[in-house]
């Protein structure tokens, strides 16, 4: 059983940054190839960035990439999301959660542990 917990979200003007962090509790997240999602009002949850249990490889959407950046402590069991030059188009709720093993990377039906999201918002 594993519990995931966004925080680090809220307002900032655009090109600002802003961290993220997901805290797990209940098991450790070092096995676990884990991922970003974001959701948009009227929008689907799509896939920001992910990365592998031992965080030597990442992966990027290309939307964000060059500009957002996943990383993850295994020690503190937290997984995080670095973003920089933010849009008013990053507008969402992000969600962390766990992938199933094996499983597809980028599709929201891989991953079986997901957090409550944290609000972004991106003004201009």
């Known amino acids: 059983q594993v519990q995931l917990v966004e925080s680090g979200g809220g307002l900032v003007q655009a090109g600002g940054s802003l961290r993220l962090s997901c805290a797990a509790s209940?098991?450790?997240?070092?096995?676990?190839?884990m991922g970003w999602f974001r959701q948009a009002p009227g929008r689907e949850r799509e896939f920001v960035a992910g990365?592998?249990?031992?965080?030597?490889?990442?992966y990027a959407a290309d939307s964000v990439k060059g500009r957002f950046t996943i990383s993850r402590d295994n020690a503190k069991n937290t997984v995080y999301l670095q973003m920089n030059s933010l849009k008013p188009e990053d507008t969402a709720v992000y969600y962390c959660?766990?992938?199933?093993?094996?499983?597809?990377?980028?599709?929201?039906?891989?991953?079986?542990?997901w957090g409550q999201g944290t609000q972004v918002t991106v003004s201009s």
């Open positions: 959660a766990k992938r199933k093993t094996g499983a597809t990377m980028a599709s929201r039906a891989s991953y079986d542990y």
């Open positions: 209940g098991r450790t997240l070092s096995a676990y190839f």
């Open positions: 990365i592998s249990w031992s965080g030597g490889t990442t």
